[in-house]
Nanobody
Framework: QVQLVESGGGLVQAGGSLRLSCAAS????????MGWFRQAPGKEREFVSA????????FYADSVKGRFTISRDNAKNTVYLEMNSLKPEDTAVYYC????????????????WGQGTQVTVSS
């Protein structure tokens, strides 16, 4: 399994930007597809973005497409989520997750999860 630790969350005004990082430890990171999910209070965890193990393919929820960018650096065992043009509705706890299966928008397909980092966007 991969151990994951997210960082980079915080409070930002609408229209602002944040960059989340997810540092991984474990031998399987470079073989793992990675995903970002978020969960707002009272809502289910939802898919944000995913990236294949090689970084060649990326996927986004419609709600963040064009505003968020996922990337990874396998040499640093880190995956990133660059978030621009943030909106109040982006407020949530953001989680990164890893899977040895294919990239997926479904939380149940991921094997390892971080503890989450809070992102709050004020209007």
């Amino acid at each position: 399994q991969v151990q994951l630790v997210e960082s980079g969350g915080g409070l930002v005004q609408a229209g602002g930007s944040l960059r989340l990082s997810c540092a991984a430890s474990g031998r399987t990171f470079s073989s793992s597809a990675m995903g970002w999910f978020r969960q707002a209070p009272g809502k289910e965890r939802e898919f944000v973005s995913a990236i294949t193990w090689s970084g060649d393919n990326t996927f986004y929820a419609d709600s963040v497409k064009g505003r968020f960018t996922i990337s990874r650096d396998n040499a640093k065992n880190t995956v990133y989520l660059e978030m621009n043009s943030l909106k109040p509705e982006d407020t949530a706890v953001y989680y990164c997750a890893a899977t040895l299966r294919r990239s997926s928008p479904h939380p149940q397909d991921y094997d390892s999860w971080g503890q989450g980092t809070q992102v709050t966007v004020s209007s």
